[in-house]
């Protein structure tokens, strides 16, 4: 990949993004008894152009059908990441409320500037078992993970991430940043916000090594492959047991993509997903990936033939950027993540990690 990370390695290396989270956590919570759920939200003060790819076969979704390229809104204020299954989305209610009280939203009345829409697309994991079922978020988690918002924030067991379990193993929330070096769209920046909790594996049973260190190779981010104590304690784990289950997240770029842009930025990010989880896409996720384009940057436009986009080969590169940028945030999600609910963390099991 010719870039570097950007200066968080986060989202918010893309100017114009905030994220926050909001969660319950009891230390004693088991698989059934107490509460082990959470919010994410991705801010975009201002408005951001956006875009979905839905690509799992039991997707759980808020205005998406909005994102469609051909329809009539074009930017998003926020959105919401989840835990709590469809019950989750309710969170969505108190994103709405916090950037309505801050003037955030589709302006509706030229008179009154506190009349606004505010546009907040969302997408939930299936997280239910963690924890005791009927504890999921709620309007008051949105309100407070987009109260909370900011460029610094956590990685791990943490917002959405709380419940989240990738195969056998604790999953998470993770993120990653490109700054590309070269080429038309050198200097402009793509980043990932995931959260993991795919039914397929999320490492190698021949190496204990992720999937998704396969791109940049395990001594990108300090590790070696396991020992065969690790990786026969590792293989020993049952299989995860729930039907219903997903990995959601954001990916964005400072490039000024319109709709269609982002829509593809969405679609191929999802390779990165492919990368990194397998199987991937399957009947018992519901993978969703929204895509942001802040528009701060201005990349060099190359010519290119009339027929095409103009921005083509900057949109390229960003697609690019994006699928590397996803399969590094699900790895991030897995190293970043510790036991939850007597779920197992990827560091438990391979103890080389970061030695």
Sequence with gaps: MNGRAGQRNSLTDVPGLLVGHHHRLDPEATLGSGAATGCTVVRAPGGAIAAVDVRGGGPGTRETDLLDPANTVRQVNSILLTGGSAYGLAAADGVMRWLEEHGEGIPMDPTDPSRVVPIVPGAVIFDLPVGEWGIRPTAEFGYLAA?????????????????????????????????????????????????????????????????????????????????????????????????????????????????????????????????????AHSPLDGDTLFALATGTAQPTNFPVPFAFPQDLLVLDEVCTAAAVCVERAIVDAVLAARSVAGIPSYVDLFTAFGE
């Excluded at 959405?160 to 379990?165: E, Q, T």
């Design 147 to 279: 109260a909370a918002a900011a460029v610094e924030f956590e990685r791990g067991s943490v917002g959405a991430g709380v419940g989240a379990r990738a195969g056998s193993i604790k999953g998470g929330v993770g993120t990653a940043s490109i700054v590309l070096s070269d080429g038309a769209a050198a200097g402009v920046t793509v980043a990932a916000l995931i959260v993991a909790n795919p039914v397929g594996s999320v490492f190698d049973p021949r190496t204990g090594l992720p999937w998704g260190a396969g791109t940049d190779g395990p001594e990108y981010f300090g590790l070696r492959p396991a020992d065969a104590e690790q990786l026969a304690n590792a293989n020993a784990l049952a299989v995860k047991g729930t039907v219903l289950n997903t990995t959601i997240g954001v990916v964005a770029t400072d490039a000024p993509l319109d709709p269609v842009g982002c829509r593809r930025m969405a679609t191929t990010a999802h390779d990165g997903l492919a990368r990194a989880i397998r199987p």
